[in-house]
């Protein structure tokens, strides 16, 4: 994978859905008050973050294979992020995004639900969204369906995951690089 074309498919695109994601503060504040607010505009974020994450870490994958001269066959997210996570010597899981909106601060975890087994709770959520839109959530007894976990908690999440993973791969590809910029999240592995 080549510095550039990281930086014209991934950070474009992560900007692009930053600038998105903040244009929704027009309707519904970000705030950690509204995070179980859905919508479909959350539902369209979700889906494309959580793609750009997911194709980002396959090639990001791919070019540690080449560094290492070893092909390793990945079919689902849980490995290409156990590949990631042991890459960083487990230090994702713990690593921290700052969120900066309307002078308020957010600590997140993107990942510190992922481990050995299972993806973390957002992550399953997108493929409950992205597979099953009108079914019922489980733990709900019907009260509740797949598409409300579009909301704004999960978008956050993933958006501040899919940060967190361009600036790792940015480090990755081209250490002397300055830090990907993004107007409300900061991190520093």
Known sequence: MLYSSFEKYYVVDFNALEEEFLGTDKYVSIDKKNYKTFSSKYMQLFLSICSGID??????????????GKKTKRFTMLQRFNQIKNEFANNIVNEE????FNAEKICIKPYAKFNENSCGDWWQDYNYVKHRRTGEVESTNGNMYNYELANLKNV???????FMLISLVSTFLKPESTPIKSQIFSYYS
Not at 97 to 100: E, G, L, Q, S, V
Not at 156 to 162: H, I, M, N, Q, R
């Open 156 to 162: 956050v999440y993933g958006l501040a995951a899919y």
């Open 97 to 100: 995004i700052k969120m900066f």
């Open 55 to 68: 194709s980002l870490a396959e090639e990001f994958c791919s070019a540690l294979d080449d560094r290492n």
